[in-house]
C-alpha cells in the first residue's frame, strides 16, 4: 500500500469536522480576521508522511501519522468549552473510515486539548485541540 495524498487528507478532515460540528462552518486555512460568524472552526493539516515502525520487531511498517489542529472560535466561552468537547468526545479514540465513503480507514485517532485562550483583535473565545491520525499504509 501507498500512503494518502495530502489532498485527500485534507478532503477526509473537512467532511468528518463538519459533520460533527453542523451547522458551525468548518474552514481550512481560514483567515479568522475576516470571521463575521459567532462560531466557527478552523483546521490546518501538519505532519504529514511521518512513517511509525511498531511492533516488537520494528516490522509493522507504514503507519503514517498525520496531525491537524482544530481551531475553535466562538464568542462565549461555555460555547466554546462544549463545542471544543463535541469535537474531543467524536474524536478521541475514533476508529473506522474517516472522512465518509471517499475517505479512508483510521486505525485511531487521538485528540490533545492544547489551550484555551482569548483573542482580542477579534473579540472571539478560542481552543485550540490536536489530532493525531494514526493510518496504515
Known sequence: MSQNNPADYAKAIQFQLA??????PVYANFNRNFATQPKFITWNLRNVHQDVYTGTNQNNKGIDRPIFQISVFTQGFEDAMNLSNTILQSLH???GQFGGVNGFYVSKADVDWLYNTYDNE??????ILDCTLDIST
Do not use: F
Not at 477579534?122 to 481552543?127: D, N, R, T
Open 93 to 95: 479514540g475514533y476508529s
Open 122 to 127: 477579534i473579540g472571539l473565545q478560542q481552543v
Open 19 to 24: 459533520s460533527i460540528v453542523t451547522p458551525v
